[in-house]
């Protein structure tokens, strides 16, 4: 299973980054998709999933209605559009896969495919 993460740099407020999560070493249209993000000292959190399909999507309050995230399985790819970027988006952005029946959340009850890999800086910063 490889995730290799792109498309992050520096963007001012208000401004919008497309991330990139292209996928390889597994039945891409099998699974959910999700992108997370870690700040320095703060754990990774979810930012937005995505089914198998790609007609349910969810986002958390931080970044709805700014963010979208979608797929394209003919090309073992997820995006995520961002818009409206705040300095708080400043974060290291990462793909994976939730395994079938465990939560997207960090959590206790959460197992992914892959493994973290290094994922795409995003500054936001004027």
């Known amino acids: 299973v490889q995730l290799v993460e792109s498309g992050g740099g520096l963007v001012q407020p208000g401004g919008s980054l497309r991330l990139s999560c292209a996928a390889s070493?597994?039945?891409?249209?099998?699974?959910?998709m999700s992108w997370y993000r870690q700040a320095p000292g703060k754990e990774r959190e979810l930012v937005a999933a995505?089914?198998?399909?790609?007609?349910?999507?969810n986002y958390p309050d931080s970044v709805k209605g700014r963010f979208t995230i979608s797929r394209d399985n003919a090309k073992n790819t997820v995006y995520l559009q961002m818009n409206s970027l705040k300095a708080e988006d400043t974060a290291v952005y990462y793909c994976n896969a939730p395994l079938p029946g465990s939560s997207p959340i960090p959590g206790p009850r959460s197992k992914w495919l892959g493994s973290w890999g290094q994922g795409t800086q995003v500054t936001v910063s004027s």
């Open positions: 995505i089914n198998s399909a790609g007609g349910l999507t």
């Open positions: 070493g597994f039945t891409f249209s099998s699974y959910a």
